[in-house]
């Protein structure tokens, strides 16, 4: 079996452009969905994709397509691609690699003079972060129905602007939102965002599965009192019910190891004065597991646990559930097809599961879809410090160009 390279040099080239675009102190990039930096990397993606003869359209969303066509345009297509944005002092890889490593799959095709039978199509989504809209993967929630176009347009930033708004000002407004064509396949390319393949020396992840996730909005309800005259045993303490539920929660992730994930990460405390006993407390907890069953008892766990701690400190109590995926598995045809391929390059290799949300989740409710995975500089994700090397990222896009020419050759 013949197998392709591509051009390392032009990606890593391409990398530190895009890098600009945003950047910040300490080498990282700041690059938030439909802002001015956004639209830098989106005229530049799209100048590129028309260079290397691709049709450029993009949708009412935002998610730029840039179409490579097959000798054989009404099959239907291989898809690939991943977002252009990025958290707020984030990483310069995340999203973008995936992005960049599918143009390089296109130019090296083009370098190469191979057309294949179906058309490609490369994918820049919007707002996959979510960290200046919500909810995250919005474009491509969107773009496979699971969110409306209007809702999606009219979701606000902290500002209160609207992201159909921005989409017009930075001209990326364009024309239909749910995808209405069929799919072939969906690959997505992305840096693992955690240590686990660096700590194994592998250079290429086979995404598996990706984790369901819940969460939830935790309330406490006290009573605020003067830090100075209210004695010990008369009080009720918010802070004292979140102390026990922060290790609560950390405890329940043990408990349901391996693979669990349990944090509480964001905590807002009312009056938030040092002289003043809590009167509320409202705090997030965040749920990850690959197993749905063990997800269900994880929320089991969680409520009868609140319930005492807010007994025991005499707190009322509210739970608002915020999110709720389930796991999803991935197409296991093409899971096996990107394993295979990535044994022929000789990567070092590692069945993953997911921890992170991924447009290619949402993508495989439409389609067939996998994931790879490359190493990322001691797991470091949603950080300036974010990094990958150049070998992980000639593994990954020679990787992702491989498994595409498989599946755009199938007839
Ligand atoms: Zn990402």
Not at 366 to 376: L, V
Request: charged share 20%; glycine share 8%; proline share 3%.
């Amino acid at each position: 079996m013949s197998l392709f390279k591509i051009n390392s040099s032009r990606l890593e080239q391409w990398l530190q452009d895009f890098a600009q675009f945003g950047k910040t102190a300490k080498g990282g990039v700041t690059r938030l969905a439909a802002t001015n930096e956004d639209q830098q990397a989106r005229d530049l993606f799209v100048q590129l994709a028309k260079l290397a003869n691709c049709e450029v359209r993009f949708d009412a969303i935002g998610n730029i397509f840039a179409r490579k066509i097959g000798k054989n345009p009404k099959l239907a297509p291989v898809l690939t691609g991943s977002h252009g944005d990025s958290q707020p002092q984030g990483g310069r890889f995340d999203g973008i690699y995936g992005v960049l490593a599918g143009l390089e799959v296109l130019y090296s095709l083009n370098d190469q003079q191979i057309q294949t039978e179906r058309t490609i199509e490369l994918v820049m989504w919007t707002n996959e972060e979510g960290s200046r809209f919500t909810p995250s993967m919005l474009g491509s929630s969107v773009f496979t129905g699971l969110l409306s176009l209007e809702d999606a347009l009219n979701k606000t930033d902290v500002q209160e602007i609207k992201l159909g708004d921005e989409l017009k000002r930075i001209g990326y407004a364009g024309n239909g939102d749910k995808c209405d064509y069929p799919i072939h396949a969906v690959i997505e390319l992305h840096i693992e965002q955690g240590p686990i393949l660096e700590q194994e020396n592998k250079l290429v992840g086979v995404v598996t599965h990706a984790m369901g996730q819940k969460w939830y909005e935790i309330t406490f309800g006290a009573m605020a009192g003067h830090a100075g005259t209210v004695p010990m045993n008369l009080r009720r303490d918010a802070l004292l019910g979140l102390a026990d539920a922060i290790i609560t929660v950390n405890n329940i992730g043990y408990q349901h190891n391996p693979n669990a994930r349990a944090t509480v990460g964001r905590v807002q405390v009312i009056p938030n004065s040092s002289n003043v006993i809590a009167g509320q407390v409202t705090f997030s907890v965040e749920f990850r597991h690959p197993s749905a069953q063990m997800l269900e008892n994880m929320n089991d766990s969680l409520r009868n646990q609140l319930n005492i701690i807010g007994n025991k400190h005499n707190l009322t109590l509210d739970i608002k559930p915020t999110v709720d995926f389930a796991p999803l598995t991935f197409d296991e045809r093409l899971v096996n097809i990107v394993r295979q391929t990535a044994n022929n390059l000789g990567y070092a290799q590692k069945d993953m599961v997911s921890g992170a949300g991924h447009d290619a989740c949402h993508l495989s409710k439409i389609a067939p879809t996998a994931m790879i995975f490359i190493p990322c500089i001691d797991g470091i994700s949603h950080n300036e410090l974010e990094n990958i090397t150049q070998n992980w990222s000639e593994a990954g896009a020679n990787t992702l160009l491989n498994t595409i020419i498989q599946l755009a050759n199938e007839v």
